[in-house]
């Protein structure tokens, strides 16, 4: 609202400012939310549009188109930047122009062909009706068609032909797109922006960039079918159990945040790098007060000498405070730090060159050739090793970036993001799941619509601001099996075997199942929670407590994701029928019972 | 056309009508619309296509050939043709078999636009009906 009122009092603001107001106008008033992507869900052979009002699932190892309509982004974006209308208005008319004159040169054949036959002549009449529904349907295009026609018809046209008034329009249409053209640069050049598409995979393990066909030039990830039939037990399932302590071990340092990750690392290169030119200052102060040296130095040679430990010692200042200042800082504004790195090995190189300078200053008196050799061989070296941290940090970043949750700042890094104006943005983009690596029921496929800003400084990356976002949730659709390993708790029937001690009341055993689940399209309580399956159970009892374990089988019930089971099983090498239940939680939690060997 | 003898006004448009090679445009009523359009498709008119002659018939009183066009409107089968004839303000004949064609309704506009298309449709309307 705020931005409007300016637009309509002609306040022409920076672009700083205008980010400001957009903010703010994007608070107060309502943005026109109308869709402007559009998925198309292709599974099996059938395709399907998932409406914004319906649940957003789709199936874990389909395709999935998402169609952009042009004419709803250009609205979004005009109704949050009011003063990129202009542009869009130039090139409403310049594509209306284009579009007509599609028309002239095959209109024009025909009007100068001196012999003519029906058939010639029924194409002509077509397409001259068609390019005038053209002109009639839109209204730049109609009204410069009156315009054009008007001044035509100023003089008196008798005897000319339709195809002198053509070619009059068509000319007059070439010169009105010239024209436009060169009015659409120089707006251009205030109100640049471009529009990006981006899509990201997101789940516990990490988020991962997702490539999409026309939108960017990342290769696919290794390819990946979700089996729908599993029927073997995996080598994980096997271990899981006693994987259980370490893995968790490894999700608790996996969570630490990137920042945590940065600092740490930071803090590792610059510590060490700290302590190298701390040496160098003593050694240099140490240098300088030797009376030895003293006695053979030259005045300019002690100013040089002053001046080249100041600089010393000023970067060893630099890197105190900025290793001091990490611990409170909050990774933000990454390009910043990144120039903060290339500063810091601007200033190693100079220094670099000032030692350089001197030790070939001092080279000149023998007697202390060899100690100030000593002396640049010891700096070149500490300075050499910052440069080379400085330098390598923000490739360590990039690799950090990829595999962690920052993916905002991910859009930023990245130049295979493609950036489009709206006047070639392509229509629509493809991602086929199966090749956006290992994925499991429940992952997130986030697909966003980017504007970007660029920057009117060199290295600060663009603005980049969220048009329209989409969040996928991949799920198996329809009958799967799973394999399920777990515990069960298992009680016996009393009047078969008689090696069973019947002290005990319930036996744990381990087990694996063989489960039928169906996927649902249409909720997410069912699939996230209710999750229910039916199948068979295979478990390893030992009911007679002698250390071997049994043989049994039956059918089992499962539900909230495994984590409840109920089923009825045979001791095939007991010949006992039992029921057991099963609580699928981590069953290394120490005090638990477990079934004691006689 | 004469606002007031229907006989005389019968009589002008029959021997239009009679000619062949020739686009004949019909305006109906005398509106401010109207009167603005009325030059455009003069000037429309003036223009040859391969021998083929457009003229333009200002029929300022619709009611004065009310039975013969709604006769010839109602045996066409061209877009709008079957709309109530109080509703149409502009249409063509076809030049060899003379069926209306063409025709824009009171809520379409006469631009240059509107009318050269429907000088066209009824220039086409013979070729693809023999």
Known sequence: MIYQILNVLKIKLPFSQKIIFFYLTFGIATISNCQILTITERSKGKSRVVELESKQIVDINSGITVSISKKELIQNIVSKFPDYSETYQFQERIEALRTALEFQEILLQHLEKSVI?????????????????????????????????????????????????????????????????????????????????????????????????????????????????????????????????????????????????????????????????????????MFLENTKVQRQFSEAMRVDGNILLDKVKAYDEVLDIFSKSIKKWEITTPFELKIQFKELVNQASSIQIDMQD????????????????????????????????????????????????????????????????????????????????????????????????????????????????????????????????????????????????????????????????????????????????????????????????????????????????????????????????????????????????? | MPTDDPELARIIFQSFIELEMMILMVILGDTETIRQALPKADNLATLMDHNMQRWVIWVRNPIILKDEFERRLTASESENADAPYDEIKCFCFSPLNDLASGVILKNGTLSYSSLNRSFFKAHLHDISNP
């Open chain 1, 117 to 285: 036959n029906i058939r010639s002549r029924e194409d002509f009449l077509k397409l001259m009706l068609d390019f005038l529904e053209v002109v009639e349907n839109d209204p730049y295009l109609s009204s410069r068609y009156e315009e054009v026609n008007d001044n035509y018809f100023l003089v008196n046209r008798e005897g000319e032909s339709i195809s002198d008034q053509s070619q009059y329009i068509f000319r007059n249409l070439e010169k009105d797109l010239e024209i436009l053209l060169k009015e659409l640069e120089s707006v251009k050049k205030d109100n640049e922006h471009y529009i990006s598409l981006v899509a990201y995979k997101k789940n516990g393990r990490g988020d991962d960039r997702v490539h999409v066909e026309n939108f960017d030039i990342y290769s696919e990830r290794e390819y990946h079918t979700v089996q729908r039939w599993v029927t073997s037990i995996s080598e994980e399932q096997k271990n899981n159990l006693a994987q259980l302590s370490s893995f968790a071990q490894n999700i608790n340092q996996k969570r630490l945040s990137i920042s945590d990750q940065l600092k740490q690392l930071f803090e590792e290169y610059i510590f060490s790098s700290i302590d190298c030119v701390k040496n160098q200052v003593l050694g240099i102060e």
């Open chain 1, 358 to 598: 001197f030790q070939q200053t001092i080279a000149t008196v023998d007697a202390l050739k060899d100690e100030v050799n000593e002396i640049k061989q010891d700096v070149e070296e500490c300075l050499d090793e910052i440069k080379g941290i400085f330098e390598s940090i923000p490739h360590t970043w990039d690799a950090l970036q990829v595999q962690q949750s920052n993916y905002l700042a991910n859009k930023q890094f990245s130049e295979k993001v493609l950036i489009f104006g709206t006047e070639n943005i392509p229509d629509s983009g493809y991602i086929n799941l199966k090749g956006t690596g290992s994925r499991e029921n429940g992952d997130e496929l986030e697909i966003e619509l980017l504007l970007r800003l660029p920057s009117s400084q060199k290295d600060i990356p663009d603005h980049v601001i969220s048009i329209e976002k989409r969040v996928l949730v991949m799920h198996l659709i329809g009958a799967r099996s799973e394999i399920v390993v777990g515990m069960i708790i298992a009680n016996p029937d009393e009047k078969s075997a008689s090696e069973i001690d019947f002290d005990r009341k319930f036996y744990f055993a381990p087990s694996a199942s063989l489960l039928l689940k169906v996927g649902s399209r249409n909720s997410f309580f069912y699939n996230e929670f209710l999750d229910f399956g039916i199948g068979l159970n295979l478990a390893s009892t030992d009911f007679d407590t002698d250390g071997s374990p049994e043989f049994g089988t039956g059918f089992i019930v499962t539900g909230f994701k495994d984590i409840l089971s109920l089923g009825i099983n045979y001791n095939v090498t007991l010949e006992t029928p039992y029921w057991f239940f099963g609580v699928n939680l981590p069953f290394n939690i120490p005090g638990l019972p477990i079934n004691r060997i006689k």
